[in-house]
């Protein structure tokens, strides 16, 4: 397939944007990685995703496609002849999906709480992310069966879904002075968080921690020039 | 077939999502109504994450979260799909699923309208107007259903639209979904309503008003 047939428009930084482009490494597909700016958005971004105006997009052939875990099953539905990387059970299949949307909804809010907020506050988002780590473990357990992943042998939908969040997380323990992941609470998410980094599909997009503390430097920048948040 | 129960509560759109895809693919199951204030055993070890409604438990298994029990429905039984065949269609499906998840749930603006007035109210009122607007230019666009000429799943994860909207409307005095504003939008709730098995699977609309009058008067009153 030629490379300028399959695009991504996104930012090294962000985790969502991770999550399509670790998808078309595991078919072994080849693509552009068209970086937004910081700060503004292109026109073919806000051509192809009118409705949010964000990163991920996927433009396979022309067609956009939008919303980083729905791109990830449209790369599994289109490029069969790699590994699956949605479950062929059913059952499992909702398990998965039901994780990735706990991780987006509940746990990701309370880890950016956790990055921004001070004192008391601060405190109470610390335990959202410590409780939801303890449900991930015990997931952890039940999906992988034993096995290196959340999809086992090999990595798969949740694997990406919470994987992509490890670069930030990482940053937060050590901005935080902070320990998220433990040896002691967590240990299965300790080991798979090492093999998950490590995949060859994962490797060369994780971005560095010392990169991302860098580029939150800016993003801290550009939210204390903005306007104050509505309530 | 292995058993189907669904368990869930009788004004939930959340649980209808479930029971229009059960209906429409002709899947008998159990039905158990749950009591929010007194949460059964049951519920509380199907669902221990976020203790709601709808579960489906199959072959006692059980999925949580609607739109999942949904493509859990769709995937086990694909008789009358819901979703489309080719893969770019059916990201497109998916996109408007999520995007009927995020703005319509009990933190959209369609039920902080609800449970506000004055300027609050306004805010909300502008907003959900905004929602509707994209919906009516690029969701449902020309299309009957957002399915096309069949219900589908989008049409299913745009149950609050189909027939909640209007108790909120009617209860607080405000019409969103005007037949000038949004001609096809409010032609798709017409024509939804109409097909035989949304029709025969909505609830009571007399027991759905007087709920709805008493939950904005408990609201108002605590404010």
Known sequence: MAKNDVKVLGAWPSTFVMRPRIALNIKSVNYEFLEETFGSKSELLLQSNPVHKKIPVLIHG???????????????????SGPSILPSDPYDRAIQR???????????AAMRGLRIAQGEERKAFLDQVTE???????????????????????????????????????????????????????????KWAESFCADAAVKSIMPETEKLIEFSKLLMAQMKGAPPPKN | MAEVKLHGRW????????????????????????????????????????????????????????????????????????????????????FWVKFADDNTDKDSPFWLLFRSSGEKQEKAI???????????????????????????????????????????????????????????????????????????????HGEMLVYFKWRREMLMASQ
Not at chain 1, 98 to 108: I, L, N, P
Not at chain 1, 162 to 167: N, P, R, T, W
Not at chain 2, 157 to 163: H, I, L, N, P, T
């Open chain 2, 11 to 94: 004004s939930s759109p959340y649980v209808y999502r479930v029971i229009w895809a059960l209906k429409l693919k002709g899947i008998p199951y159990e039905y158990i109504e749950e009591d929010l204030f007194n949460k059964g055993p049951l519920l509380l070890q199907y669902n221990p994450v976020h203790k709601k409604v709808p579960v489906l438990v199959h072959g006692g298994k059980p999925i949580c979260e609607s739109m999942i029990i949904v493509e859990y429905i769709e995937q086990t039984w694909p008789q009358n799909p819901l979703l489309p065949n080719n893969p770019y269609e059916r990201a497109m499906a998916r």
């Open chain 1, 98 to 108: 039901f994780w990735a949307a706990y991780v987006d909804e509940k746990w990701f």
């Open chain 1, 132 to 190: 939801g780590l303890a449900l991930l473990e015990e997931a952890f357990g039940k999906c992988s069966k034993g096995k290196a992943f959340f999809g086992g042998d090999r990595i798969g939908l949740l694997d990406i879904a919470f994987g992509s969040l490890l670069g930030w997380l990482r940053v937060t323990e050590k901005v935080g002075k902070v320990k998220l992941l433990d040896e002691a609470k967590t240990p299965g998410l300790v």
């Open chain 1, 62 to 80: 022309d067609k956009p496609i939008c919303e980083s875990m729905i791109i990830v099953e449209y790369i599994d539905e289109v490029w069969t």
């Open chain 2, 126 to 204: 502008k907003e959900s107007l905004e929602i509707l607007k994209v919906v009516e230019e690029h969701g449902l666009g020309e299309k009957k259903f957002f399915g096309g000429d069949k219900i589908g799943i989008v049409d299913i994860a745009f149950v609050e639209f189909a027939y909640w909207l209007g108790f909120i409307e009617e209860i607080v005095g405000v019409k969103l979904l005007d037949a000038h504003a949004f001609p096809r939008l409010h032609a798709w709730q017409k024509n939804l309503k109409e097909v035989p098995v949304i029709k025969e699977n909505l609830p009571d």
